[in-house]
């Protein structure tokens, strides 16, 4: 606990670090995603595509992902920009999957009686589509959120500044003190991240509270 | 022989299912249950063979009590036959028809030939045998039900609504089905339904059920419709609408072949009264 | 693209295919580490899923175990437990473990779940034990699911041993961090790709066996109930799964193409 005093500055200022890079992935995933689980929804040859694609993505593991992302981009080895790069792409590939089965479950009932009404395809897929994929598109975020939060501390591993680093100092140093602090810091950001998600949720979302029992289910598992 | 003495069920949630239900179900003969849904009757034949236990009473199988018996062996020598077949989609025709039998030690060649002849007797062609059930029409896939169910030679067949969700052409022949099988086997069947006209076909004695397992009226379909024992069976029955009073038509119907329409006190017409006693009396052709 | 050449170069230099670093025995070593962790979180978590599907009694273990389990990093808990134990093999298998321990307790839990009530009822009502129809009813008919979770264990616990080579141990990540500090980038890159195509060989594997596992006859009934539109039940089950699951997105709609239900299949965030 003295430790945990003494060093208060460096955890918030990782804790900074931490979050910089936890929160361009969750977004531009998100942004990326949606667009592309349309697509693979609306045009059946591009859905086994998408789906492939980001199957495939999704299994390289992180620490080749960041390492291999230099290569590819040009960027430098130790650049935090390839583990903000490396971790979209799993929250991209991971979120197209679920945005596809969203717009899926977009009851066809609902879809064909807001083309009869008479909105044309841009605006139903804003006023109908959207918010009503918005329950499971939520809680996918949710899952890529917490996701995003625990597997940037590994780009420690390749000397990228969060509360990974707290895990490979701890353990140079031998003080188990140091990585629990690490570890509840990475648990405390995962929390605020999906209490903030779950109250988006409740302000867009209002019809959507009580409605979905999976929804509810969901929430009380990431919780 | 199976005999309710005073059964009941009360489920865990408080609710009642079956109160103080006295019945004696006779040997190689069909007793139909029938009643609305929560009238208890699947309850009733579930515990039968310990499905479901009763939570006061005893259920008695030739003056043997059921709660004595391993719910294993017991289920083993009755046949069950369930509303959407129940078959094992994983397994083909011929496997799901033998797999009773297999579980009892019978030798997989001895119960693959007694299979086929199971086929045979609920008129299935034997060239289904290896398929699986999802290649199968509704109505097949309750024949082979029934060929399960048929499978260890039971004593006792209990049926659920077995042809609860087929179409009417399919079910009509699927009841005249049975009735030929029954002829040839006599079992003791306890049948499931919530069609009176089902009911009033298949069965050699039938009970109408209220709300909670309390019986309104058994009998023979004849003494049914001759006396409904209150107003609830003739409403049940339909005997209150009209339904089961007929009377000929004057107006229609060729008098010179011998024949005259029937309509029912609602108005429907119901059929042709012929003279011939032979023809009138298959009574499935005259009724719905 | 200097480096990607430089990696090529050095994977196919045949001084790095022998020897006690060479990359067979790094593989072997990974493949070990990999075999033994699922081996063992297969034996608990399996047969404790089959437990809570075929009874529904603990189905919040499910629940709770998924959800906790994916915020926790697991670098943090790699070296915690390496300080507590002591640095080796021992540490790591129990961190491997318990990490793969989530996604086949949902698979085992999802696959008995997503059985038709009515197939189980039946199966019952004929006089099987409880034991015949958990062996020939419910893993049999849930079996792709089960496989999916194990998919999914398999490939987390692949990526999460190549970072635990930073412990160090064996494996093909030590090609990553015995290099990565002395900043010869050759054999990192190289110690990349071979964790990445190791990860899709064992991903493609575990789709074909996933696919292998659907039994013929549902085969046959998914696709006529694809043909007819329809959401079967076991995907509105597979539905619910995935989304205590979390990993896996909600189910599949009903006009999926791919006939093998995916319900925990995809993998978790590799490590």
């Known amino acids: 606990m003295t430790w945990v005093l003494a060093n208060l500055e460096q955890i918030w200022r990782l804790t900074l670090d931490h979050v910089a890079l936890s929160v361009p992935p969750i977004i531009l995933g998100f942004l990326i995603a949606v667009p592309l689980g349309w697509l693979a929804h609306r045009y059946r040859p591009s859905r086994g595509i998408v789906l492939t694609v980001s199957g495939l993505l999704y299994t390289i593991p992180g620490i080749a992902l960041f390492l291999s992302l230099p290569v590819v981009l040009g960027t430098r080895i130790l650049d935090p920009i390839n583990v903000i790069v490396g971790m979209t792409i799993y929250a991209v590939a991971l979120l197209a999957r679920t945005a596809a089965d969203a717009f899926d479950a977009v009851s066809n009932d609902v879809r064909q009686s807001s083309v009869a009404v008479g909105y044309g395809p841009i605006r139903r897929f804003f006023v109908v589509e959207l918010p009503l994929a918005g329950p499971v598109l939520l809680s996918g975020l949710r899952v890529v959120s917490a996701s995003t939060v625990s597997l940037v501390s590994i780009g420690s591993l390749i000397g990228v500044s969060s509360l990974g680093y707290f895990f490979l100092n701890g353990l140079n140093r031998r003080f188990p003190t140091e990585i629990l602090t690490g570890i509840v810091g990475v648990i405390v950001i995962a929390v605020v991240f999906d209490l903030f998600l779950v109250l988006i949720g409740r302000v867009l979302l209002p019809w959507a509270r009580d409605a979905r029992p999976s929804a509810r289910r969901g929430r009380r598992a990431v919780a | 022989m199976i005999t309710f003495e005073g059964v009941s069920k009360r489920f865990p949630d408080g609710s009642v299912a079956v109160d103080d239900f006295s019945l004696t179900i006779p040997s190689r003969s069909t007793t139909v249950l029938v009643g609305s849904s929560g009238s208890g009757k699947t309850t009733l034949l579930r515990m039968i063979n310990r499905m479901v236990d009763p939570t006061g009473g005893r259920i008695l199988i030739d003056d043997e009590d059921v709660a004595g018996l391993e719910p294993v062996k017991l289920r083993r020598r009755i046949g069950y036959v369930m509303q959407n077949s129940g078959l094992l989609p994983h397994r083909t025709v011929i496997d799901n028809v033998a797999t009773v039998p297999i579980l009892e030690g019978v030798k997989k060649s001895v119960a693959h030939e007694q299979a086929l002849r199971l086929l045979d007797t609920v008129g299935l062609d034997r060239g289904l045998a290896k398929r699986y059930p999802a290649q199968l029409s509704g109505g097949q896939q309750q024949r082979v039900g029934v060929a399960r169910g048929l499978a260890v030679d039971p004593n006792i067949l209990l049926m659920d609504e077995p042809f609860g969700a087929v179409d009417p052409l399919v079910r009509d022949e699927l009841q005249q089905e049975l009735l030929r099988i029954q002829r040839e086997l006599s079992k003791t069947v306890v049948f499931v339904t919530h069609d009176i006209d089902e009911a009033f076909l298949l069965g050699d004695q039938v009970v109408i059920l209220r709300t909670g397992g309390v019986i309104a009226q058994a009998g023979t379909p004849a003494e049914i419709l001759a006396n409904p024992a209150d107003e609830f069976v003739a409403s049940f029955i339909g005997a209150d ?7 000929v038509d004057a107006e229609h119907g060729d008098l010179a072949r011998g024949e005259r329409v029937l309509v029912d006190g609602t108005g429907r017409v119901v059929g042709i009264l012929r003279d011939e006693p032979g023809i009138a009396s298959s009574h499935g052709a005259a009724s719905s | 693209m200097n480096s990607l050449l430089g990696a090529l170069a050095w994977l196919t230099d045949p001084v790095n295919w022998s020897g006690s670093r060479g990359i067979p025995v790094r593989l072997l070593e990974h493949l070990g580490i990999t075999g033994i962790a699922v081996l063992v979180a297969a034996l608990i978590a399996v047969s404790l899923g089959l437990y809570i599907g075929h009874t529904g009694r603990l189905s919040f273990l499910v629940v709770s175990t998924t959800g906790a389990l994916r915020a926790l990093p697991t670098l943090g808990l790699l070296v915690l437990f390496a300080l507590w134990l002591g640095i080796g093999l021992g540490p790591v298998i129990i961190v491997l473990v318990v990490l793969a321990i989530p996604p086949l307790l949902a698979g085992a839990y999802a696959g008995v779940e997503s059985v038709d009530r009515s197939t189980i009822d039946a199966a019952r009502a004929m006089g099987m034990t409880e034991w015949q129809i958990l062996t020939r009813v419910e893993i049999p008919l849930g079996l792709p699911i089960i496989v999916g979770g194990l998919r999914s264990a398999v490939l987390q616990v692949v990526a999460t041993a190549t970072i635990a080579a930073y412990l160090p141990i064996g494996g093909l990540g030590r090609y990553i961090f015995d290099y ?61 799964a995935g989304s205590l699951d979390g990993d896996a997105p909600p189910g599949p709609p009903g006009d999926r193409p791919d006939p093998v239900p995916a319900a925990p299949t995809s993998s978790h965030p590799t490590q």
């Open chain 2, 241 to 247: 609408r009209g339904k089961r009073s007929l009377h």
């Open chain 3, 180 to 240: 990565l500090t002395l900043r010869r980038f050759e054999p990192v890159f190289a110690g990349a790709i071979l964790v990445t195509l190791l990860a899709l060989v064992l991903e493609g594997v575990f789709a074909l066996l996933q696919r292998l596992a659907v039994p013929r006859g549902v085969r046959i009934l998914q696709g006529s109930s694809a043909a007819r539109g329809g959401i079967g039940r076991a995907e509105r089950i597979q539905l619910a």
